[in-house]
């Protein structure tokens, strides 16, 4: 019920849709009532021997012409209306869900599945429609033929309607032990459905792995176990679902039985025509079909229900990098980078880093050194808020990054990641991918810089070939060489560079370090690398230890001191 409202609520942008629909199912509705009157009245005229039957069959037929005709454009408006509403709310909900994944952080994204994730905007969020377009207007539909039924029969033998509600309790208690038993377990099966999704993704992701290390068995295992959870789920609903329907269908015909038994007798007391009888019995099937179909639509609703609930806890879900109400703009920065105290973990009770101080003058290239794991991305990643620390601050330019809008904050860095990740598009598109306003002319530019120029200058469509899983595959170089022209085109006072040179042989590695060096020359710049005669030239190298900062110094510096940085140094010279 609470989610029914909310889908209401929702939908508000279309309650004149959902209005005119309301209008067309009312119209449906009281329209189809007339067939069995029809069929009353014209027996009544018949065992009456009515001398003009021929003219009152006419009017009677035009009559149910007329409410055929009103019948069929009621429905007709409403189904239209009421799915008018409906997609188009669940395409606001798709694009609420997806804009609230993209302010969620990346913690949000390692413990969730993409699959799952990807399920919910997909799938979940299409149950507004059976909601709004089915369940809804089914639901007024039920009500309303109840009702208007109930009071038709009533006028046609009040003793034989009351007798025909004796198996209403009967049959409600049915479908509400049903209705209950089936909720919980309609929402199971969505989640066993979002578990497969999830798994078939990651394993479409990693299937070179699977190859390599030839886990295909376990794997088959691991997607077919899951499988059959979802058939044992979907089985045990579909257990309660099929019980309960033909127990239903014989307590209707309890009732019909006993309409029949008593109807008979008033009969013969000559309480009631045969023309009562037929009509009583006509509607009898209309009267008892709201009852019997409530059960149905109940499971329809709460398996709805299920899974549009798995909608809303993402929208309610809180981000963890939360964005002040008064957050300020923040202008080009000049680079200065300061880390007060800052204390990070992953998980409580194991810090990543602990109580660590740095500052980084504008301007200048420092260098974050240290074994691996030591935590040297997630200083970094610390810098354009992936996350937040638990303890400490970080400013820029003295000002405190919780203070202004991240994408105010995001616009003043650049970064090149380990992995890099490129759009389903043009080798253009992708290095326009780092600043929208960018023209052909800075474009070229920018691979120019990255050195990619060359090689995609030799491809067919030069920047307009296709990459990715529509077009050409490009080496790992290749690809590191487009993300480098991207965060040049970005133009950003800070720029961090993640293993940005990793993928690339020594050769390239060195021409692209000689423009990384150019064009970190004017900006902060942030450098991770593990092969440590790429950063010897940095204004300082920090050495990360533990969970702080161990050393700091330039290279030669670092060198005399003889401490770890000498002693890693000596390890990869050697
Ligand atoms: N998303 C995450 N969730 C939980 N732990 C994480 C996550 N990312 C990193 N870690 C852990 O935090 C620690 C620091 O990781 P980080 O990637 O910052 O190290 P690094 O020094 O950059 O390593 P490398 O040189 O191998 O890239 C590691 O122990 C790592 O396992």
Redo the contacts with the bound molecule.
Sequence with gaps: MKIAWRVLLGARKYWLQLGIGFVGVVMATIAGFYLPWAIRSLTQLATEGSSQFAAEALKIGLLLLGATCVQAMGTSLAGYMNHYAALHYVADLRTRLYSKYQQMS??YF?RSRTGDLTGRVVNDAMEAEIFIAHAIPDFIVNGLTFIGVGILLLTINVKLALISLITIPLLLAITIWQSKRLSPLWGENSKARGEIAGKVQENLSGMKEIQIFNRQEEERGNVSRLATKHTNTYLRASLFYETSVPLLAFVTALGTVLVVILGGRLLAAGELSIADIIGFIAYLGMFYQPVKSFSGLVEMGGRAAAGLKRVYDVLEEEEDIQEKRNAVRLPRVQGQISFQDVTFA??DGAP?LERLNLTIDPGKTVALV??????????A?LVNRFYDPQAGSIRVDGIDLRDVTISSLRDNISMVL?DTFLFDGSVYDNIAYGWKDATRKDVIAAANAAKAHDFIAQMEQGYDTLIGERGVRLSGGQKQRLSIARAILRNAPILIL??ATSALDTKTEQEIQQELDDISKDRTTLV?A?RLSTIRHADQIVV?DGTEVAEMGTHEELLRSGGIYSRLYESQAS
């Design positions: 990346l913690r390692h992953y998980q990543v240290g074994t691996t794991g030591v935590g040297k991305s997630t200083l990643s380990q993640d293993e991770i593990h990360l």
